[in-house]
């Protein structure tokens, strides 16, 4: 059974920094693109980070210099570490794993970060 879970979501002031987390389990992590998406009330689900299996990386605009993707495969976890938090962070932030040559694709139930101005 796949699942992503992700963990390390909250409060925080503008300005501030959280780390995410996301356990993933069912499947070879390592051979899996992971990304954090993040959806904001009212605004459609956007690409935030990813990294590939080798470790190749690509951000959003809106965060680069701000945010960093990591992974660990031998923990099967992937992290953003999330620093110089604006208001507009502000959403719910989900996992995904997608593997082009499988065709498979998961998501998370997300974890809601929210920034106070």
């Known amino acids: 059974q796949v699942q992503l879970v992700e963990s390390g979501g909250g409060l925080v002031q503008t300005g501030g920094s959280l780390r995410l987390s996301c356990a993933a389990s069912?499947?070879?992590?390592?051979?899996?693109?992971m990304a954090w998406y993040r959806q904001a009330p009212g605004k459609e689900r956007e690409l935030v980070a990813a990294?590939?299996?080798?470790?190749?990386?690509n951000y959003a605009d809106s965060v680069k210099g701000r945010f960093t993707i990591s992974r660990d495969n031998a923990k099967n976890t992937v992290y953003l570490e999330m620093n110089s938090l604006k208001f507009e962070d502000t959403a719910d932030y989900y996992c995904?794993?997608?593997?082009?040559?499988?065709?498979?694709?998961?998501w998370g139930k997300g974890t809601l970060v929210t920034v106070s101005s």
């Open positions: 995904n794993a997608d593997s082009r040559n499988s065709g498979m694709n998961y």
């Open positions: 069912g499947f070879i992590f390592s051979l899996y693109t």
């Open positions: 990294i590939t299996s080798i470790g190749s990386t």
